[in-house]
């Protein structure tokens, strides 16, 4: 299962990764938090089905943990994926698949969690940064870290914004997340001591 808020490019490459069987993973349905999105053209693409949920659609905030939590619990998934899924996930949602959701975060964690970690990273001035795959827990980018990609700053990041340098992220980002899952596909894990071991 993969949870997805904008471009998509990490379901992309997860999509064409499960092409081959040997990867060991396959996506068993897209969830989103919002509609018109290229990541759930890209879900229709592949033939996978796929659902919104939108916070807006919903009484309050502990509604739509419980309505996304349902969405995903019927799938039954191994592992769920957020891949640029830019809601924090709810407590219900957290019990329910604890240990079990890996999100990736473009930043050298525990150095810049949030929404804006490429552009908080380049505003301090670091001179590495890079990204992040992680378990979630109930905290905001805080879970265990299983990896890392490291991507240089370069003086001309500061002219454009960051979005230069959020794209080179995104390349590392993509092949170390693909990595990642299927190794979790294949292999399991187990946590000790807030370490992600693979195999478990
Ligand atoms: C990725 O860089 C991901 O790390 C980031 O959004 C991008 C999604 O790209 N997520 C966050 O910033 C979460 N805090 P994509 O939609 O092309 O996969």
């Given at each position: 299962m993969v949870l997805v808020s904008g471009s998509g490019t990490n379901l992309q490459a997860l999509i064409d990764a499960t092409?081959?069987?040997?990867?060991?993973a396959v996506i068993v349905a897209v969830g989103a938090d919002r509609d018109g999105i290229a990541g759930l053209e890209r879900a229709e693409r592949a033939g996978l089905p796929s659902f919104v949920h939108r916070v807006?659609?919903?009484?309050d905030r502990a509604d739509w943990d419980r309505a996304l939590t349902g969405a995903v619990q019927g799938y039954e998934p191994d592992l769920v994926v957020t891949a640029g899924f830019m809601k924090i996930l709810g407590p219900e949602f957290i019990a329910a698949f604890a240990g079990r959701i890996v999100n990736t975060h473009p930043?050298?964690?525990?150095?810049?969690?949030?929404?804006?970690g490429v552009t908080d990273a380049l505003a301090y001035g670091v001179k590495v940064t890079g990204c992040t795959v992680h378990l979630v827990d109930a905290?905001?980018?805080t879970g265990p870290i299983i990896a890392q990609g490291v991507v240089e700053v370069t003086d001309a990041d500061h002219a454009d914004g960051g979005d230069a340098l959020h794209e080179r992220i995104k390349t590392v980002e993509r092949q170390l997340l693909v990595d990642v899952v299927g190794r979790l596909a294949r292999e399991g894990h187990r946590i000790e001591d807030r370490k992600v071991r693979i195999p478990a």
């Open positions: 092409a081959d069987p040997a990867y060991g807006k659609d919903f009484p930043a050298l964690l525990p150095a810049f969690p949030g929404a804006h905290g905001v980018d």
